[in-house]
Nanobody, 118 residues
Framework: VQLQASGGGLVQAGGSLRLSCAVS????????MRWHRQAPGKQRELVAS???????NYADSVKGRFTISRDNARTTVTLQMNSLKPEDTGFYYC?????????????WGQGTLVTVSS
């Protein structure tokens, strides 16, 4: 499984950005996908997740502002971010859990930087 994240950038507070994660490889083995973020000097945290069945979950800090989705072919996972705040600044990473060779495996894409100015 390979993950390629894109869509980061600089935006003013209150603005929107759309992150995309292109998925390739053993797509059928993926059990769930997530977006994590890491702010400067802080630990990486879960932002949003979506299961193979389409169930979504969000961190309390982004509920009502962010939406995770994927296309029908499950080749792209998107994070729509609205009403951005300076505290949303950080590197955003897409993650996939896949069941391969009878075990769960973790896959990470490279980070994409989101900067929200006040």
């Amino acid at each position: 499984v390979q993950l390629q994240a894109s869509g980061g950038g600089l935006v003013q507070a209150g603005g929107s950005l759309r992150l995309s994660c292109a998925v390739s490889g053993s797509i059928g083995s993926i059990t769930d996908m997530r977006w994590h973020r890491q702010a400067p000097g802080k630990q990486r945290e879960l932002v949003a997740s979506i299961t193979a069945g389409g169930r979504t979950n969000y961190a309390d800090s982004v509920k009502g502002r962010f939406t995770i989705s994927r296309d029908n072919a499950r080749t792209t996972v998107t994070l729509q971010m609205n009403s951005l705040k300076p505290e949303d600044t950080g590197f955003y990473y897409c993650y996939a859990a896949a069941w391969i060779s009878k075990r769960s495996r973790d896959y990470w894409g490279q980070g994409t930087l989101v900067t929200v100015s006040s």
